[in-house]
């Protein structure tokens, strides 16, 4: 047996049919779920539950837990049942299952407080797995384990095999993931169905140690997570179970995904009935302290002198490397791009906080979600354009309410002649549209040094948009930037015309400006840095004070700065006239200042914008 025997009279099997039963029953009262997806699973879970899970249920902040994380989200009906096996929630509470204002979602999210992450998109809870066992081996440094349930029908996604090769390449013997091959899926059968050996070739070939069980067979489970603690490598249990086990009705049956049982109470009699087991689950045996890398101190940030040129991304990287000796829980993940992003500064740094991804986007940030799960601050950087690889687990870190650093470097078609492949020109789009998120572009290098350290402590999803080609440093080093703001960096009186610009194009839209002037024509120019939340109120200003506003934007004309102005009017608010520069034409190879003029958004076209809305 194993080496946790706090509850070693349980029957487990028994412990199984109730976690079935009730996955039935709250499935049942929801009018929806997924209990057959639950079923197969129960054995797996009721033997983990029972005696080899360590964790305080009534201190679920206890650094030494153990995580569980259903990467199989739609499992939650056996999730909730095994809460109220460990006492964590009542019975009602069960059965309030998908109801309105309930904390038991459809998808188990962290508003229950024993729920790390949100999942539900399959392929991200082994990914985010690795990440806390990342942080449980060279961060917390303590001795928890992460344990993952997986279904057969995710392992298609790459995302999985990212996390398995990342895993496996750091011999992460704390991580356990369990493979739940029901062989069903959605729609039909999975790839390989009950071919647990294929699972086994391919997962192993990452270097991770693998056990081939009946998923029903509570001895041989017991054994494989007894071996799973002995083994010197990442451990994948495969376990063939049938889904919709232990109800002849839709076990094995395809059709049944996703859909309460058809008979409820014979499915109950057939289990053997409503249980009302208790489990007292084994608290963790160490209460050691996380490691702490060092104290709490002010931020000594980079100066630069104004007229000097600097790139905001040579900013950043100093500026995080600077952070991070003020802030010991700061952490840095990189996607193989740090030298481009600037990131090495951070590696050169602090390398015992710093953590090497390689070209694998999903990982990266899944890793970063993990880590902040445990309570350290991740800055992850790589190229604006690659972040689009992990866009769906951004959009589950805003439902986890996780707190995330995303900067993108390389933006727009000012990097010049590496062409379209490589420039970010979705990126604010696509961060604008997260909930809760933060978008920022600096326009100088002061500017993203205080910025960087401005996300240390924001809640929520942030994005950090830097730019590839040195700038002028507009901004004293001792000036303060705030999220939600904005800088009017030219305004009189007289002003005709009001341009919004952020990032490169604000030093486009300053020589216009400044051009302009020489023909008599006043433009008011304001630094937009913060995209969203944007500066609502200094717009409302400007467009009553001029009545035309010019956007500027190295972005797509879709979802960005132009879009964002255009926001802060459609509530009922006066509107101005305004017109929006962006990049409409996809772009080839060309140097930054030919890429520049030919999408329309250097300084030239800026000029001609604004004469266009002064003489219309």
Request: glycine residues 10%; negative net charge.
């Amino acid at each position: 047996m194993s080496e946790t025997n706090l509850n070693s009279g349980l029957n487990i099997a028994e412990l199984g049919q109730q976690l079935r039963v009730d996955a039935v029953r709250c499935s049942a009262e929801a009018g929806s779920g997924h209990p057959t997806s639950s079923m197969s699973a129960a054995d797996l879970m009721a033997t983990l539950l029972a005696r080899h899970l360590h964790y305080d249920v009534a201190d679920p902040e206890e650094p030494n837990n153990d995580h569980l994380i259903f990467s199989k989200g739609h499992a939650s009906p056996l999730l909730y049942a095994l809460y109220k096996a460990a006492g964590a929630i009542t019975d009602e509470e069960l059965l309030t299952f998908r109801a309105f204002g309930s904390r038991l979602e459809g998808h188990p999210t962290p508003r229950l407080p024993w729920v790390d992450v949100a999942t539900g998109s399959l392929g991200q809870g082994l990914p985010v797995g690795v990440g806390m066992a990342l942080a449980g081996r060279y961060l917390d440094r303590l001795p928890y384990r992460v344990w993952v349930l997986c279904g057969d029908s995710e392992l298609a996604e790459g995302s999985m095999w990212e996390a398995f090769e990342h895993a496996g390449y750091h011999r992460l013997d704390n991580l356990v993931t369990v493979v739940d091959v029901n062989r069903l899926g959605q729609r039909g059968a999975t790839r390989h169905g009950w071919d647990t050996a294929a699972y086994a070739r391919r997962i192993g070939a990452f270097d991770w140690h693998t056990i081939e069980i009946d998923g029903h067979d509570t001895e041989a489970i017991d054994q494989a997570y007894s071996e799973a603690a002995r083994s010197e490598r990442p451990t994948a249990i495969i376990a063939r179970t049938v889904k919709g086990a232990g109800v002849a009705a839709v076990a094995d049956q395809e059709g049944k995904h996703g859909k309460p049982l058809p008979d409820t109470d014979e499915a109950i009699d057939e289990l053997g009935g409503v249980r009302d087991i208790r489990v007292p689950v084994t608290p963790p045996g160490s209460r050691a302290a996380p490691h702490a890398f060092g104290e709490v101190e002010p931020v000594k940030l980079p100066t630069y002198e104004a007229g000097d040129s600097v790139a905001t991304r040579t900013a950043f990287g100093a500026a995080l490397a600077a952070l991070g000796s003020a802030r010991p829980e700061v952490v840095g993940l990189d996607g193989e791009v740090a030298d481009s992003t600037r990131m090495q500064k951070f590696a050169d740094a602090h390398p015992d906080r710093f953590f090497e991804c390689y070209i694998a986007e999903q990982q990266l940030v899944a890793a970063a979600l993990g880590m902040q799960a445990r309570g350290w601050i991740p800055y992850v950087a790589t190229f604006a354009a690659f972040l689009t690889r992990a866009y769906d687990i951004v959009r589950m870190a805003a439902i986890s309410g996780a707190d995330l650093r995303l900067v993108g470097s390389h933006a727009g078609v000012a990097i010049g002649q590496d062409g379209p492949s490589q420039m970010g020109l979705e990126d604010l789009a696509a961060f604008r549209a997260v909930h809760g998120s933060v978008v920022l572009y600096p326009c100088d290098a002061n500017q993203a040094a205080a910025l960087v350290t401005a996300l240390a402590d924001y809640p929520g999803i942030a994005y950090l948009r830097t730019t590839r080609g040195d700038t002028p440093v507009l901004y004293s080093a001792d000036e303060e930037f705030s999220i939600a703001s904005s800088r009017v960096l030219r305004s009189s009186a007289d002003d005709q015309v009001t341009v919004a610009a952020a990032g490169i194009t604000v030093h486009e839209a300053l020589q216009a400006a400044d051009e302009l002037a020489q023909q008599g024509v006043r433009a008011r120019v304001i630094d937009l840095y913060s995209v969203k939340p944007v500066d609502a109120q200094t717009l409302r200003d400007a467009a009553a004070a001029t009545g035309n506003i010019v956007t500027v934007e190295d972005h797509w004309p879709e979802g960005g700065l132009g879009d964002a102005v255009l926001d802060v009017f459609s509530h009922g608010d006066p509107s101005p006239h305004v017109l929006k520069l962006a990049v409409h034409g996809m772009p080839g190879s060309a140097t930054p200042a030919e890429q520049m003029r030919a999408a329309g958004i250097d300084h030239t076209a800026i000029a001609e914008a604004v004469q266009y809305l002064v003489n219309r």
